[in-house]
């Protein structure tokens, strides 16, 4: 089950800043850093955000991420058309001694 | 280049059993963890099992605990899902990933279990 709350969705113009929120618990993302997933219709997920602010390579730096307490956010800033896709969070519970992840976000540029 | 190959999904009868496995290459398998991860149709990310470099950690979610069973063999650069019981609620598009209790920086395509009678 998702224990990490996502929007289902969220959208913006081209150019436009959008920020997805993740809303965790004190056991997940209170006690360990999140990472961020996206993925783009039809494909597998792709690592985007890791370790507080890291970027694997390749990946724009319009991609941003932001923890704070049980809570955390991946904003994109300069929205761009291939930005569509849905969007994970995930991070370690130690409650359940396992990953848990975002219910996920889907990402409309109109 | 990294690249993790699944295969041994296939349709099953719900109480059958399945034998996921998966390729690993292009990076020293056994420097990692590893894990699987499913994704239902139409549905968001399911974390199912992860084990770390040598076999002697494993985890599972609560959904396959006791019904599926994680392991590598790293001779062969090969990790491994088994799976009893299956129940339509297992239905999905399982990838294998690297990494474990850290980032999953690198996902297999995935294969496809579909349990049906």
């Known amino acids: 089950q998702s224990v990490l709350t996502q929007p289902p969705s969220a959208s913006g113009t081209p150019g436009q800043r959008v920020t997805i929120s993740c809303s965790g618990s004190s056991s997940n993302i209170g006690s360990n850093t999140v990472s961020w997933y996206q993925q783009l219709p039809g494909t597998a997920p792709k690592l985007l955000i890791y370790?507080?602010?890291q970027r694997p390579s390749g990946v724009p730096d319009r991609f941003s991420d932001s923890q704070s307490g049980t809570s955390a956010s991946l904003a994109i800033s300069g929205l761009q058309s291939e930005d569509e896709a849905d969007y994970y969070c995930?991070?370690?519970?130690?409650?359940?001694?396992?990953?848990?992840f975002g219910t996920g976000t889907k990402v409309t540029v109109l | 280049e990294v690249q993790l190959v699944e295969s041994g999904g296939s349709v099953v009868r719900p109480g059958g059993s399945l034998r996921l496995s998966c390729a690993a290459s292009g990076f020293t398998f056994d420097d990692y963890g590893m894990s699987w991860v499913r994704q239902a149709p139409g549905k968001g990310l399911e974390w199912v099992s992860g084990?770390?470099?040598?076999?002697?950690?494993?985890h599972y979610a609560d959904s396959v605990k006791g019904r599926f069973t994680i392991s590598r063999d790293n001779a062969k650069n090969s990790l491994y899902l088994q799976m009893h019981s299956l129940r339509a609620e297992d239905t999905a598009l399982y990838h294998c990933?690297?990494?474990?209790?850290?980032?999953?920086?690198?996902w297999g395509q995935g294969t496809l279990v579909t349990v049906s009678s």
């Open positions: 990933v690297r990494g474990r209790t850290g980032d999953l920086d690198y």
């Open positions: 370790d507080n602010n």
């Open positions: 995930a991070a370690w519970d130690d409650s359940l001694n396992g990953r848990v």
């Open positions: 084990i770390n470099w040598n076999g002697n950690r494993t």
